[in-house]
């Protein structure tokens, strides 16, 4: 029966690298024969994993976890310290897309504030004689029709 861990399986296809709890396992010494054989073939051609395990083997457990968690403290410190001026770089870089939009919309105001006030100069100077204008004189009765008209003079001598 082959082992659960394909990492201890022969067969299974094996990864760039074997986890750190095996190592700690063949550290400890608590791997079976057939899975430390494996670890010992995997080390010989793993220059990385040789190293990983040389270190463990050189401390005991507590000590390896405690040195392994202020690492990785040190190095999210260090990520956030080198991410933080990223950020910082980010924000001054928003304003340059901004600059172009707000110059489009000072030329549209600046355009509609001169054709605006080029109209309003237009009404104020319209000439009076295109506005048409009531007629001033009252307006005639109509003519009687009956109406006699004088006798013409007459010279008498």
Known sequence: ML???PLLNATAP???HLPVALLRQYAAGSLA???QHRVEAHTLACPRCADVLAGLMQTPAATTDQALAQLQLRLR???QQQAAPARLVRDTRRPRWLVPQLAAAAALLFGLIAGGWWAWQQRQHAPAARVPMAASTP????AATTAVAPPPATELD
């Open 33 to 35: 024969p057939a899975a």
């Open 139 to 142: 307006p005639v009765a109509p």
């Open 77 to 79: 410190q260090r990520v």
């Open 14 to 16: 094996a990864g760039p």
């Open 3 to 5: 082992p659960a861990n």
